[in-house]
């Protein structure tokens, strides 16, 4: 088992930053990348960005790209999305989720999920 706990959501007015954390406890040696997620309401959940635990190689959505760096910490199992230039459409329940392939954009490809964090950016 993993256990994923997520913090640093909040509100932002538009053009903000924050930064999210995602601390990994358990058996982590299983798994290869963590992705964060996201979900807004009547939404489906959209893949935002993940990143390879031993390289450090990085993939993010279109949506995202050059706004939110994905970066880990190895020695304190521990992933980041810094997001900068926040957007009212950002506005969502950010995920977290670990699993054993590099890289899957959809929910399935992961094994496990962290509780969400809210990220509210007003206009």
């Known amino acids: 088992q993993v256990q994923l706990v997520e913090s640093g959501g909040g509100l932002v007015q538009a053009g903000g930053s924050l930064r999210l954390s995602c601390a990994a406890s358990?058996?982590?040696?299983?798994?290869?990348?963590m992705a964060w997620f996201r979900q807004a309401p009547g939404k489906e959940r959209e893949f935002v960005a993940a990143?390879?635990?031993?390289?450090?190689?990085?993939y993010h959505a279109d949506s995202v790209k050059g706004r939110f760096p994905i970066f880990r910490d190895n020695a304190r199992n521990t992933v980041y999305l810094q997001m900068n230039n926040l957007k009212p459409e950002d506005t969502a329940v950010y995920y977290c989720?670990?699993?054993?392939?590099?890289?899957?954009?959809?929910?399935?490809?992961?094994?496990?999920w962290g509780q969400g964090t809210q990220v509210t950016v007003s206009s």
């Open positions: 990143i390879r635990w031993s390289s450090g190689d990085t």
């Open positions: 989720a670990c699993g054993r392939f590099y890289v899957r954009t959809d929910p399935t490809g992961y094994d496990y």
């Open positions: 358990g058996r982590t040696f299983s798994s290869v990348a």
